[in-house]
């Protein structure tokens, strides 16, 4: 199976300052088609995965524009341009190129 | 709106047999494959199982893989797990959700199996 490793696992940030979240493959993720399935979900506290961005940078729709996302091949970004209170929660990666579809460990976000 | 309900979460012994469901609503059901992906208690995330479309072709982790069945009812709208010879490592919340190509679009909000004697 493909390994997702995320860093950090824990990330105290300070409202308002940005916040950066690493993931790296242990494959490409470049699928037959071209395209790469990396996509990053966020879980806040007592609720399930939210999608927030697929294909690597493409935002889903009501998601603010403070996150983004980049990378390619295998290494990879979530960036929180500047960090809000709702912002707290887990942030997973998870690869769909390769199946198993794996999941990195969790990045959990809080404020400092 | 988009809408996946599961149910079917309780506890169980282990070694026991358990199916859950996963009721659809909001799109074209037989359009998509489906998920389960699991999450254990203060755990992070776990793809066990998905399934086309039409339900021909299914896939499984392969911490399951000659346990568990996963299958579809497509009148019915709704998403299945057979679940067998069940352990304690087994004990998660189970979320049903929707493929998009290469990623996992919607969720449930999950059901609980605990499995302990």
């Known amino acids: 199976d493909v390994v997702m490793t995320q860093s950090p696992l824990s990330l105290p940030v300070t409202l308002g300052q940005p916040a950066s979240i690493s993931c790296r493959s242990s494959?490409?993720?470049?699928?037959?088609?071209?395209?790469?399935?990396l996509n990053w979900f966020q879980q806040r506290p007592g609720q399930s995965p939210r999608r927030l961005i697929y294909k690597v940078s493409i935002r889903d729709s009501g998601v603010p524009d403070r996150f983004s996302g980049s990378g390619s091949d295998t290494d990879f970004t979530l960036r929180i341009s500047r960090v809000e209170a709702e912002d707290v929660g887990v942030y997973y990666c998870?690869?769909?190129?390769?199946?198993?579809?794996?999941f990195g460990q969790g990045t959990k976000v809080e404020i400092k | 709106e988009v809408q996946l309900v599961e149910s079917g979460g309780v506890l169980i012994q282990p070694g026991g047999s358990l199916r859950l469901s996963c009721a659809a609503s909001?799109?074209?059901?037989?359009?998509?494959?489906m998920h389960w992906v699991r999450q254990a208690p203060g755990r992070g995330l776990e793809c066990v199982s998905a399934i086309s479309g039409n339900g021909g072709d299914t896939y499984y982790a392969d911490s399951v893989r000659g346990r568990f069945t996963i299958s579809r009812d497509n009148f019915r709208n709704t998403l299945y797990l057979q679940m067998g010879s069940l352990s304690v490592e087994d004990t998660a919340v189970y979320y049903c959700?929707?493929?998009?190509?290469?990623?996992?679009?919607?969720w449930g909000h999950g059901t609980l199996v605990t499995v302990s004697s």
């Open positions: 998870m690869q769909g190129s390769k199946w198993t579809w794996t």
């Open positions: 959700a929707r493929e998009q190509v290469g990623d996992l679009d919607s």
């Open positions: 494959q490409s993720l470049v699928f037959s088609d071209g395209n790469i399935y």
């Open positions: 909001g799109f074209s059901f037989s359009g998509y494959p």
